[in-house]
């Protein structure tokens, strides 16, 4: 779409783009800045109006705790403990007495108090139903009994089941002692009523003390109240009345066990975000003041709606601006663009009239040049045309001509190759011994090749070769050893005299070139024995493998033919029995790789090999070429395979001659086959 826009469209998109953009990149960090201010404002004042209530509080219990100790230190009550500790019943009764009528009323944030032995057993108290019960099992008692005269121990909050009630409170014990001895007489438990926490901390208590303020100007969600070192909610919320029910887990509860402090924003135990401060009092409690971060931000959607509003007029008429600014710029494009067309149609005297010496009007002027040079470069493209006509012409005929040669040049390759292949010997079948080979070509012709001769009656001859390179010379070459090695081994009887008279003719023919030298395997069978003669210059080692598995390597010395004029070839004597078979082949098939660059290597063509023991010579060619086949799946032939593989009759019996045995290497050999 923006591709067919007219530049004009493009240039006030542009522009109103940069300008909102611009204008959002300021107002969102304005607006930021405004919210991290004002966000530090309310942590800032959580933060005071939390270290104020923290002050009341921790001066709340502490009063509580001088309270307690000053009840304990009572003349009076000391005495009275003291002879109801030897018996004095009348002692009893005065005390409760007095508890009731002359120590509570002096503190009204007290709902009841006892005075038990050090045995936990309350002799006296504001409640006389509860004198007889037992304090032995509260901590709190335990905590008192241990401490030091004018000291007082503070509960957590827990549900008193004293007094007729079951509301939750704190107790405040301190120890009674003896004011002559010092001895520890019994202990005295305040029981503080937790509504005075929740006055102190919801602003009640200063409106009953009589200040004016109390719940002015104060925020709807704002709130404040105290969790236990257990988790649980111990003064009431406007979210939950449920004290010590109500689990409070949240970010500044966790953070007050380890002793660390916070204000920011979180998530409170309603799942409601708030904006907090937190203090950890001494005694494991946390105090949490809160405002509902909806109600805290709510000037900030104001802000956000009159940036709005005062921002949509100006970006208006800047953009109003914008368009009369790019009509004049755009105007004299537009006339290029008239031009220009014109030109395209063909009319090359075309003009543009030149009004300013800016950009635009240099790009006028440049434009009147290239008119007049459009209108030379007419004429002598005309010229050159008739030039380039005559020229392709010429080409044309070229083209023919090639076409003409490379059909007869693919004639010639197809014709190379049905004679490379007529002249490639028969499958050889007598009754003791039956040879079959196979040839792959890579290309229409190559230098791989077999030769099988019959010697005499009694003999016959094979060789696999493999002449180095492929193409029109490899054939050629591969020609001439089809044609010389018959005739040799007719002539010499012995695999290595013929394969050194064909290394004296290949290297009187073609020299020392180091890049034309042949491999080749000879073998030659004595069908009345067994007897089987190889020799190699230079060739992959063959098989003879027994109908059992057994296997032997046909592996004699011997250089490549043509790189030295006189080499010397040794001889490998075998002796094959019924069912034998011998395999020779060229590198090719273990050479050949497939797409992921694995070779089908020796131990692939073992395998294969091994599988097909037991079936007929064809029958195992045609299989390790199928298993050669599925490994090398769609990547095609690299390099010629010529592969060769003969059988002894299963009712022929040889002669095992006396010194034929494996040598170290084809034990090794059996070795590594036996452990695949």
């Known amino acids: 779409m923006l591709k067919n826009m007219r530049i004009g469209t493009k240039l006030l998109l542009s522009f109103f783009f940069i300008t909102a953009i611009l204008v959002l990149v300021v107002g969102y960090r304005g607006y930021e800045t405004a919210r991290n201010n ?44 003291w002879n109801v500790l030897k018996g004095d019943k009348d002692a009893a009764v005065s005390l409760t007495r007095h508890l009731a009528r002359n120590v509570i009323t002096l503190d009204p944030t007290l709902c009841g108090i006892h005075i038990a032995t050090l045995r936990g057993r309350i002799i006296a108290s504001t409640s006389t139903r ?33 007094f007729g009630t079951k509301a939750p409170v704190i107790s405040v014990s301190a120890p009674i002692m003896d004011k002559n001895t010092g001895k520890r007489l019994g202990v005295l438990i305040n029981y503080v009523k937790m509504n005075q926490l929740n006055d102190l901390l919801s602003g009640k208590q200063q409106m009953v003390l009589g ?7 104060k925020p709807d969600t704002l709130e404040m109240y105290l969790v236990n070192q257990d988790g649980f909610l111990i003064t009431e919320s406007r979210h939950s009345a449920a004290v010590l029910r109500q689990r409070v887990d949240t970010v500044p509860v966790r953070k007050c066990r380890t002793g660390v402090e916070m204000t920011g924003r979180y998530v409170n135990f309603m799942g409601v975000p708030v904006i907090g401060a937190s203090m950890c009092l001494g005694n494991g409690w946390t105090l949490l003041a809160e405002i509902d971060e909806k109600e805290a931000m709510a000037g900030m959607e104001t802000l956000k709606k009159q ?24 105007k004299p494009v537009q006339d290029l663009t008239g031009a220009a067309r014109k030109i395209g149609d063909g009319d090359l005297s075309q003009k543009v009239k030149i009004v ?59 014709l190379a190759n049905k004679i490379q292949t ?21 290309s229409e012709v190559g230098g791989d090749f077999f030769q099988i001769t019959e010697m005499d009656g009694n003999r016959v001859a094979f060789f696999v070769g493999d002449v180095m390179g492929k193409g029109i010379a490899a054939a050629l070459v591969m020609t001439m050893m089809m044609s010389i090695l018959p005739k040799l081994v007719l002539q010499l009887k012995c695999p290595a005299d013929v394969l050194k008279s064909a290394n004296r003719d290949l290297f009187e023919r073609l020299g020392s070139d180091p890049m034309a030298f042949v491999t080749v395997l000879a073998g030659i069978l004595d069908k009345t024995t067994g007897k089987l003669l190889c020799a190699s210059a230079g060739h992959e080692e ?18 490549v033919l043509g790189v030295i004029p006189d080499p010397a070839y040794t001889v490998q004597e075998f002796f094959l029995t019924g069912s034998d078979k011998v395999v020779v082949y060229t ?70 001659h006396p010194h034929e045995g494996p040598s170290a290497a084809l034990h090794e050999l059996q070795g590594q086959i036996a452990r695949r």
């Open 356 to 414: 300013s010496g800016d950009e635009i009007g240099c790009l006028g002027a440049l434009f009147n040049e290239m008119s007049d040079k459009l209108q030379a470069s007419r004429a002598a493209l005309e010229e050159r045309t008739g030039e380039l006509s005559r020229t392709v012409e010429a080409i044309g005929k070229l083209n023919e001509e090639l076409m003409r040669r490379q059909g007869f040049l693919d004639f010639q390759l197809d």
């Open 307 to 330: 940036a709005i509003s005062s921002t949509i007029p100006v970006v208006f008429v800047i953009l109003v601006l914008v368009y009369f600014l790019i009509r004049e710029i755009v």
């Open 38 to 81: 004002l966000n530090s404002q309310i942590t800032d004042s959580l933060t005071l109006v939390t270290e104020a209530k923290e002050g009341h509080l921790v001066s709340f219990l502490e009063n509580a705790k001088r309270r307690a100790v000053d009840f304990a230190s009572d003349g009076f009550v000391r005495d009275s403990v």
């Open 542 to 559: 063959g098989v003879v493998l027994s109908s059992s598995g057994e296997t032997r390597a046909i592996s004699p010395d011997g250089m």
């Open 422 to 442: 007529s002249i490639l010997p028969n499958d050889y079948e007598s009754g003791e011994v039956s040879i079959h080979a196979r040839l792959c070509q890579a």
């Open 130 to 162: 509860d004198i007889g019960g037992g304090e032995s099992l509260d901590g709190y008692f335990r905590e008192a009994r241990r401490l030091p005269y004018g000291s007082a121990h503070l509960s957590d909050v827990f549900f008193c089941h004293y």
């Open 587 to 656: 590198d090719g098939i273990t050479d050949m790789q497939n797409a992921g660059g694995d070779r089908f290597g020796e131990e692939r063509f073992m395998a294969s090999l091994l599988k097909a023991r037991q079936s007929p010579s064809i029958v195992l060619i045609n299989q390790i070429l199928a298993d050669a086949a599925v490994f090398l799946k769609e990547e095609k032939l690299a390099d010629d395979i010529a592969l060769l593989a003969l059988e002894m009759a299963p009712h022929f019996v040889g002669k095992t």
């Open 211 to 217: 200040t004016l303020s109390g719940e002015k100007g």
